[in-house]
């Protein structure tokens, strides 16, 4: 059965940094690419960026020339590095794996992590 377990969560404040981990099962980090959602109080919840399995990223607008996916094979663990945090990146940020499409377009799996609260505070 997959799993995903995210971590690094936390309180920091505006322009800090912080990184996100995310741990996958062999079985299901191998074959996928993996995603990093967002949902902030109130709102849907939103991709903010995306890493297939051989590299290729994207980015929601919103965290281009801020965030920067990664991932290390070896570990079965991809990476969210924050920097420059806003007050308006607060949410729950979960991790998924999904498929990239031939567009470049990333389409969330059935697994996701538990999720772990960033709180950026003005």
């Known amino acids: 059965q997959g799993q995903l377990v995210e971590s690094g969560g936390g309180l920091v404040q505006a322009t800090g940094s912080l990184r996100l981990s995310c741990t996958a099962s062999?079985?299901?980090?191998?074959?996928?690419?993996m995603g990093w959602y967002r949902q902030a109080p109130g709102k849907q919840r939103e991709l903010v960026a995306a890493i297939s399995s051989g590299g290729s990223t994207n980015y929601v607008d919103s965290v281009k020339g801020r965030f920067t996916i990664s991932r290390d094979n070896a570990k079965n663990t991809v990476y969210l590095q924050m920097n420059s945090l806003k007050p308006e990146d607060t949410a729950v940020y979960y991790c998924n794996a999904g498929l990239f499409g031939d567009s470049g377009s990333y389409y969330p799996g059935d697994y996701w992590g538990q999720g772990t609260q960033v709180t950026v505070s003005s």
């Open positions: 062999g079985s299901i980090f191998n074959i996928n690419a």
